[in-house]
């Protein structure tokens, strides 16, 4: 018995919750969607205003976002309420015109927003937006933000760069390792003795302009292979197994 009697009164309790917030979101004029509110408004009895709000619940303290568009006359204002109260003036309509934003948060979980226009010579609009958002997608606001990812794309490229750098470094450093042992064999074979007996050795042969030896005496070449002394003209001087210029 005690247990249906607390199981009643639970009941009336919840349905009387929603019924009253349906009533207040039914009296209000815009309501938000998710996180987000888009409206058409005649703000000041004459001309259709488009209004928006949008909650960024992302954002460290959590603030929400205003912006009040129109044709006639032109207006394109936006502005971000953060604090608990604030009162702004927006500009460009022929009546002066303000709004008034009061956040409040009644846990992590959710934001109350109040939104109150008030035109000069008109009756404020108390209930333009009166409406609990609840914040269900702070878990996904855990990512680095905008000044992050761009602090990470430019330390990203740069290690790219780094990296080719490296690459390149290290080919033509490599190239450059293959030339000298290359040059090293070249001048090993040049300065080891031919074996008789060895088929695939040739013959060294060393060309040199007659004159340019006559000028510089103090050069020489010697070798301790066969060598064929060739000069300028082709005229073959002499052959020999050890040759000294």
């Known amino acids: 018995m005690v247990c249906h009697i607390w199981f009643d009164l639970v009941l009336i309790v919840m349905m009387s919750e929603v019924l009253n917030t349906k009533a207040s979101n039914e009296n209000q004029i815009c309501h938000f969607y998710k996180y987000n509110a888009d409206c058409l408004y005649k703000l000041d009895g004459i001309s259709m205003v488009n209004i928006k ?13 205003f912006s009040v568009v129109s044709d006639t006359p032109p207006v394109d204002w936006t502005h971000t309420f953060s604090d608990a109260s604030d009162t702004q003036v927006i500009a460009g309509f022929d009546k002066q015109t303000q709004l008034e934003v009061l956040l409040s948060f009644d846990n992590d979980q959710n934001i109350q927003v109040t939104a109150h226009f008030m035109v000069e010579n008109q009756q404020k609009v108390s209930n333009f937006i ?28 740069l290690l790219i760069i780094a990296g080719i750098l490296l690459v390149i470094l290290l080919y033509y450093r490599h190239r450059r390792r293959v ?3 290359q040059n090293q064999v070249l001048v090993e074979n040049i300065e080891s003795p031919c074996d008789p ?8 042969t060393v060309r040199f302009n007659a004159q340019s030896a006559n000028q ?7 070798s301790s292979g066969h060598v064929t ?4 003209n082709g005229h073959v001087e002499g052959s020999s197994n050890s040759l000294s210029v």
Request: aromatic share 0%; charged share 20%.
């Open 53 to 65: 709000a949008s909650v960024n619940e992302c954002n460290d303290p959590i603030d929400v976002t």
């Open 130 to 157: 009166d409406e609990k958002v609840h914040l269900t997608a702070l878990e996904d606001c855990t990512g680095i933000n905008k000044a992050g990812q761009i602090a990470v794309g430019c330390l990203i490229a």
């Open 179 to 181: 030339q000298e042992r």
């Open 197 to 204: 007996d060895c088929s695939t050795c040739q013959p060294a």
């Open 216 to 222: 510089s005496s103090t050069n020489q070449i010697s």
């Open 229 to 232: 002394l060739v000069l300028s």
